[in-house]
């Protein structure tokens, strides 16, 4: 008998915020993106040592839905530009939240670069596209 492993699973409609640019107008939105939140049930375990091998090595994940968005700009559908359309929870739990990216302080390095240690090749002004 196959491994059914709907069963094994509570699915949960989710939406997550996400910001892309549009690949035709170039203007970057914010839109929400539909996903469907699985996650292992503790109820129901199967019976078989085969099966319950199994049912050990699944993990609580997120799915995305939505391929395709519409730009709010120029209104042109384009792909979400992403190899990931499946996500595990515990390494959504490592990464910082999109908020505490913009908040982050980015200052300039203590001390200058010193250029005197460079190559010449990055030193020398250059003589443009001609060559």
């Given at each position: 008998m196959a491994f059914d492993e709907k069963a094994y699973f509570q699915d949960k409609?989710?939406?997550?915020?996400?910001?892309?640019?549009?690949?035709?107008?170039?203007?970057?939105?914010?839109?929400?993106i539909r996903w469907m939140r699985r996650t292992?049930?503790?109820?129901?375990q199967p019976q078989g040592a085969e099966d319950r091998a199994k049912y050990d090595k699944?993990?609580?994940h997120l799915l995305r839905l939505d391929d395709e968005l519409t730009c709010k700009t120029c209104g042109k559908k384009f792909e979400v530009p992403?190899?990931?359309?499946?996500?595990?929870?515990?390494?959504?739990?490592?990464?910082?939240?999109?908020e505490d990216v913009a908040d982050a302080d980015v200052?300039?390095?203590?001390?200058p670069l010193d250029r005197s240690q460079l190559p010449a090749r990055f030193t020398r002004p250059t003589k443009g596209w001609r060559g």
């Open positions: 409609p989710e939406h997550r915020p996400a910001k892309y640019a549009c690949p035709r107008c170039k203007r970057t939105n914010e839109y929400s292992k049930r503790k109820d129901r699944l993990r609580d992403s190899h990931h359309s499946l996500l595990f929870t515990d390494q959504l739990e490592g990464l910082p939240k999109d200052t300039a390095p203590a001390t």
